[in-house]
């Protein structure tokens, strides 16, 4: 508690502590500034929610056959007493699908990406099979993918 004092009266303020669930040093008892590299668990992660994405809607089905690259780097930081989180990734996936019987491969490819940009990934999708569905096929995996993303910054968050 501390007091302030005015002209008319005298106001107690209760100060309060900050609750942090990343465990700050002991050095940093104060939370000004620390950083966890949380890299390893974001590429590992990140890879396995890759590896299992679908996109199902009506006559559209999409799944990604084959991850081929994925490099992420994460951190969680405790900045003057609040916890934020980050992270860059960029990745390569093989697809393949269906839509209306048309089958439909190719690749999609997000060379950087950050928390900042889910709502607007840079993706370039090219088709080797269906290249008429090129359009519907990049958006409906712009909407999976910053479905995902946003469920991987979520997770990273909550570490």
Not at 27 to 50: F, I, P
Not at 142 to 157: C, D, I, Q, S
Request: glycine share 6%; hydrophobic share 40%.
């Amino acid at each position: 508690f501390y007091f302030l004092k005015t002209k008319l009266h005298t106001v107690t303020v209760r100060r309060r502590r900050i609750d942090l669930r990343m465990e700050a040093s002991k050095w940093n008892s104060a939370g000004t500034w620390e950083e966890k590299d949380m890299s390893e668990w974001a590429e590992s992660t990140l890879s396995k929610m890759l590896e299992g994405l679908k996109v199902e809607d009506g006559e559209f089905q999409l799944k990604v056959s084959k991850v081929n690259k994925c490099v992420a780097e994460a951190r969680r930081l405790i900045i003057r007493g609040k916890q934020r989180a980050g992270f860059e990734a960029k990745f390569e996936v093989k697809f393949k699908g269906t839509v209306n019987d048309d089958k439909i491969a190719g690749a999609m490819t997000v060379e950087e990406t950050s928390e900042t940009d889910i709502d607007d990934i840079p993706m370039v999708v090219s088709l080797t099979k269906g290249q008429s569905h090129r359009h519907l096929v990049q958006e409906k995996f712009m909407k999976a993918v910053e479905t995902m993303l946003t469920t991987f910054f979520n997770e990273l968050k909550g570490l």
